[in-house]
């Protein structure tokens, strides 16, 4: 009999702690119906998995604080702060009280602020940028860019973060001679591809400014903050954003906590990403764009944004400031009629931010979080909003089913595909290209059996690098197993799209970033055997050329180094306008002056001697080419392109 009450005890202790500790996710997974999966969520189910997933995620160091807040059909479900907004003073996140720094999330702020001049008539989408930029005009070689093209990320402009930062802005307003400085060059022709730009929003920012006479802040703050009553939303300029209140810069690695610097957004990219807001006003601002609020644009207008402008494959696109990133059924005749995912996604240093909105189901979800670590930790990924609104989706609506119902049968040619793409989102002239030309992604597509592969994501990997089958859904768009990314491959075979906007160029492998860096070690090998030719000839007359070859070599190596060791080892940021720049270039053009010198002594007083020893002719030649072929890299290329422009 006591066994029998000894077993009912620990059922009855069993049954209770599953009713106290209820699983992170409310829902199973598997074939559910979810017509109307937004029923599910309600402020207890909501605030469970919130609980569950940020907490859990919390202790396990993954990141210091998060805001996060839910709407739906035109109501505030949850909201909520987690963690820290300054660890060092003990400063809890909340939603209400505490702005996030948004990153690009912000674009969206810009794009409505646009779509509003474009009701009162005062731009047209299809006219030249330049027509409405009074600071500034912009060179545009491969021919005129419109609003709309700014608007859509199509207008071909290359992506040089220089700059973009500053440690505290002398006004609000970019001057004219900032605008010039730091032009980006076009770099195609636009329209042709989706490609994101940075630099274009925030000209859409400045080009705001110059048509209204108004500031980017001033303008947001009259046309969208005051009748949305987003009351706790500030432009990141030293007048405006109140430091004590805001979310701080933190860094996590490896579990440790550590401070890192403020810095501002320069004026000429508020445009791009310069907002600050909290979860509570980010939920009025989403109720709004869901029930197309006539407080700011009209109906028609609202629905214009949310629809696929753009698209390189037919079940992701771009609205006007908005990515599309499911389109309802599939269909780009018919995206509005099933579930559609729109939104947008921002980042800074430290800070990661993430808007979702589910039209059809009225429903929104915003999350932000600062300290997220850059690496894994303990073997996971990183927390941050991306992994909070992919388990939203998973929990409650169930994860993304492509219909591939009218995809037609995969190209029989699957080696068409193969090849080395490489990024084109990058800096394309200045230190800021040389650095790029290293670090941007590299992507191989191969055959094999009869299948399809893809490898080289994130960092550059010489040894070991893993890959993805590529799984075929319709005409030349694959999705990658395991990562789900979509990739979409162009009709003329030489661009590759990765997910909505990240494009690649079909390049010879001589062009990638890991055949840079194998010819960059070649040559460092080859100039630091510049010091065999103080030995080989040991007449102090003729000793001239190998020292000034040393010499050169020394400043050659230090050139090609000098981007990774002050961004990567010194941690000098690489956003800002600072003085690592100017050493560069300055170390660039020693080089080139001494190669001039070498050449002179080499051909003027060297060579008589070398007709005894080839094989010091030989050695110096290829010193002295070396050199050359890297003063092209550094300096003459950026001289050709000047007189080009």
């Known amino acids: 009999m006591e066994g029998i009450l000894k077993v009912w005890r620990v059922l009855i202790i069993l049954g209770l702690l599953l009713i106290i500790y209820q699983p992170v996710f409310p829902y199973p997974e598997g074939n559910i119906d979810f017509t109307n999966w937004e029923d599910r969520l309600t402020r207890d189910t909501i605030k469970r998995w919130a609980n569950g997933l ?58 409505v602020a646009i779509m509003k001049e474009l009701e009162k008539g005062n731009i047209d989408l299809n006219k030249n ?50 605008l010039a400085k730091y032009e980006h060059n076009q770099i195609g022709k636009s329209g042709e591809r989706i490609q994101y730009s940075n630099y274009g929003m925030g000209t859409l920012g400045v080009l705001l400014e110059d048509i209204t006479e108004l500031t980017y802040r001033q303008y947001l703050k009259k046309n969208i903050f005051e009748p949305l009553e987003m009351n706790n939303t500030y432009v990141e300029t030293p007048d405006h954003l109140p430091i004590k209140k805001i979310a701080r810069e933190h860094q996590l690695n490896n579990g440790k906590i550590s401070k890192q610097k403020f810095y501002y957004k320069a004026p000429a990219y508020l445009g791009s990403g310069g907002l600050f807001y909290t979860a509570h006003d980010m939920a009025l601002f989403m109720n709004a764009i869901l029930n197309n609020s006539d407080k700011i644009l009209k109906p028609n207008t609202w629905e214009e944004m949310k629809r696929v402008q753009e698209s390189e494959n037919p079940f992701t696109g771009v609205g006007y400031g908005f990515w599309i990133y499911e389109r309802g059924q599939n269909r780009i005749n018919n995206h509005w009629n099933g579930e559609t995912i729109i939104g947008h996604s921002g980042g800074t240093q430290t800070f990661r931010s993430k808007m979702l909105l589910f039209p059809k189901a009225n429903t929104g979800i915003f999350v932000a979080t600062v300290g997220s670590a850059n690496r894994t930790f303990k073997g996971q990924p990183s927390f941050n909003p991306h992994l909070v609104t992919n388990e939203f989706i998973e929990s409650f609506r169930g994860e993304k089913k492509y219909d591939t119902s009218n995809a037609n049968a995969p190209p029989d040619n699957l080696e068409q595909f193969e090849g080395h793409y490489y990024s084109t989102r990058r800096a394309w002239t200045g230190s800021e290209a040389f650095r790029d030309a290293l670090i941007y992604e590299d992507l191989k597509v191969f055959s094999k059996n009869d299948k399809l592969y893809m490898k080289g994501f994130g960092a550059m990997n010489f040894f070991g690098e893993k890959h993805y089958k590529l799984k075929h859904l319709s005409k030349r768009t694959f999705l990658v197993e395991n990562k789900d990314m979509l990739i979409s491959f162009s009709e003329d075979g030489k661009l590759l799209t990765k ?63 000098f981007p990774f060791l002050t961004f990567g080892v010194f941690g000098v940021h690489y956003r800002l306008e600072t003085d690592a720049f100017l050493i560069n270039n300055v170390l660039g053009w020693t080089t080139l002056i001494l190669s001039l010198l070498l050449t002179y002594v080499f051909f003027f007083r060297e060579k008589p001697a070398f007709k005894i020893k080839k094989g010091r002719m030989i050695h110096s030649i290829i010193i002295l080419g070396s050199l050359w072929i890297l003063d092209y890299i550094f300096l003459i290329y950026d001289v050709i392109r000047l007189f080009e422009s």
């Open 129 to 178: 940028i330049n027509r409405y930029l009074k600071r500034n005009t912009i060179d545009l070689p491969y021919g005129k860019v419109t609003v709309r093209h700014l608007l859509t990320h199509t207008a071909a402009f290359e992506e040089r973060f220089r700059a973009t930062l500053m440690k505290e802005p002398d006004n609000e307003l970019a001057t004219k001679e900032y």
């Open 54 to 111: 940020f907490y859990t995620n919390l202790d396990n160091n993954r990141y210091v604080g998060g805001i996060i807040s839910i709407v739906k059909d035109g109501q505030i479900v949850f909201e909520k702060g987690y963690g820290y907004a300054d660890y060092f003073e003990s400063q809890k996140a909340d939603a209400r009280g505490t702005p996030f720094r948004s990153g690009s999330t912000s674009k969206i702020f810009t794009a």
């Open 499 to 561: 997910d909505i906007y990240n494009n690649y160029d079909k390049v010879s492998f001589l062009r990638t970033p890991k055949a840079l860096a194998l010819v960059l070690l070649g040559f460092i090998v080859i100039l630091l055997s510049s010091m065999g030719l103080l030995f080989v000839n040991r007449n102090k007359e003729k000793l001239f050329f190998g020292k000034v070859a040393l010499g050169t070599s020394i400043i050659a190596i230090f050139t090609i180094l």
